[in-house]
């Protein structure tokens, strides 16, 4: 009977052991509380209150077992947990909003309403969200458990490393611009298409988008492209713009710019009612003056927008390298000279 | 009045390593693990037996102890032995020890 509270200790312990080391680490371990019972029992403890008191003092089976075969006590270690939150950081920041894009647009595809798209497009940033933390945790407790893949890691951290200060990153005004200038775009879009000025014969307001386009929730869509790149842009001035931003980026501009260009060219995007009550009935035609202009433009906005991204993501990465900080004064008209 | 966890976390961390060097001097002559860890508890070395245990494998395996089993006993009983390159250690730890007291030592003078 007393033994078997040892015998289940020592079957704990041995249990997470490698088996070439069992028979030895069984062998020391039952002698030691072998011995630890023996001197409580001859200081008049009974002997199996002596069993309990022994093994208590050894502790946690499986915690022994790790220091006898130098197990972590933890998923990731100090050494690692700094990269991991960055790698989760920058992950997170660019699959999230690409995923609510996406689900977004094969939600509209489905002809689910705004409110629909909306939340799917919420939920579905949310869940790939989970995923990449969960993958990333993963990789990161196996690296954590690799020697090989712990040693190969992350040159020393040097000074030049060192983020900018709030503003240099992605200017603050350019921040604020972008979203000043997407809040009044989609305000006066939204105001122009329902309250237009121009009415038809029978004093109805006429508006600049084709309405079979703007009944179809498609706006819901260009509202989740602007809130992605706003989750960029607020990204990329909190913790600086990587290349992994800058694909992310241009996947967007690779979705949306065809998009667009498609539906100019095809006569959907622009209502021909409204500009032949303004007077230019022939606005809308395919090649015309204005559809050509327009297309230009958005393919030349989601360009300069691309190469931006990758642009701001190389400025970065320099800044991270080895290369000694300038002194503040070249280094104040260096970024004047980027905010261009 | 300073709290209990924080004076026994600063206790812990400066008697962390205490332990090595005094394994090392103890076991110049050859003794086992339950011997040792009465033995440190008498000289005000008390150290945990979990802690001990794990301990003596990981400087065996660093070369500083030797081990044999004696089987004379009707227990069986894994002996270590402080080897060669054990012994030299300790005599390095020591000095450094004495190092630091020294070092302490002008330290309180100076004040």
């Not at chain 2, 395996?61 to 080897?83: A, V």
Request: aromatic share 6%; glycine share 8%; with cysteine.
């Amino acid at each position: 009977m007393t033994s078997t509270l040892t015998d289940r200790y020592v079957a704990a312990v041995l249990r997470t052991v490698p088996g070439t080391r069992r028979p030895d680490i069984e062998r020391e371990l039952r002698a030691s509380v072998a011995d630890a019972v023996d001197d409580l029992v001859a200081a008049e403890h009974d002997p199996q209150d002596a069993e309990i008191r022994a093994l208590s003092a050894l502790g946690d089976p499986v915690r022994l077992a790790a220091q006898y075969t130098d197990r972590p006590l933890y998923l990731i270690g100090p050494g690692l947990y700094l990269d991991y939150v960055r790698v989760v950081g920058v992950l997170l920041a660019t699959v999230a909003p690409l995923l609510a894009v996406g689900v977004g647009i094969l939600r509209h595809l489905d002809g689910a309403g705004p409110g629909d798209v909306l939340t799917s497009a919420a939920l579905g940033a949310c869940a790939g969200g989970i995923v990449v933390v969960g993958w990333v945790t993963l990789a990161f407790v196996v690296a954590e458990r690799s020697p090989g893949l712990r040693a190969r890691r992350a040159r020393p951290w040097s000074p030049a490393s060192l983020p900018q200060l709030p503003g240099t990153r992605v200017d603050v005004p350019e921040l604020l611009g972008g979203l000043a200038f997407l809040v009044l775009g989609t305000c006066l879009l939204v105001v122009f298409q329902v309250f237009s000025p121009v009415r038809d014969a029978g004093g109805d307001p006429v508006g600049v988008l084709q309405p079979a386009l703007w009944d179809s929730g498609a706006p819901v869509l260009v509202l989740l492209f602007a809130l992605a790149r706003t989750a960029f842009d607020v990204v990329g001035y909190t913790v600086g713009w990587t290349t992994a931003h800058a694909v992310a980026n241009t996947v967007l501009s690779v979705l949306f710019v065809p998009a667009v260009v498609w539906l100019v060219l095809t006569g959907r995007l622009l209502n021909d009612e409204f500009f032949r009550i303004v007077g230019w009935p022939h606005a809308t035609a395919v090649p015309g003056v204005l559809t050509s202009v327009l297309v230009v433009l958005v393919v030349l906005v989601g360009a300069r927008d691309t190469v931006d991204g990758f642009r701001r993501a190389r400025r970065t990465s320099r800044r991270h390298r080895s290369e000694p900080l300038p002194p503040p004064s070249t280094r104040r008209s260096t970024s004047t000279g980027e905010m261009s | 009045m300073i709290d209990d966890d924080v004076l026994s976390t600063h206790l812990q961390e400066l008697r962390r390593g205490t332990v090595v060097l005094a394994s090392l001097l103890l076991l110049r002559r050859p003794g086992y693990g339950y011997a040792l860890l009465e033995e440190l508890a008498r000289t005000g070395l008390a150290v945990d037996a979990n802690t001990l245990y794990p301990l003596l494998r990981r400087l065996e395996k660093q070369g500083l102890l030797t081990s044999e089993w004696s089987t004379d006993e009707p227990r069986p009983r894994k002996f270590y032995r402080t080897s060669v390159d054990g012994a030299a250690l300790a005599e390095t730890l020591r000095r450094e020890w004495a190092d630091l007291s020294t070092a302490f030592a002008t330290l309180e003078d100076g004040s």
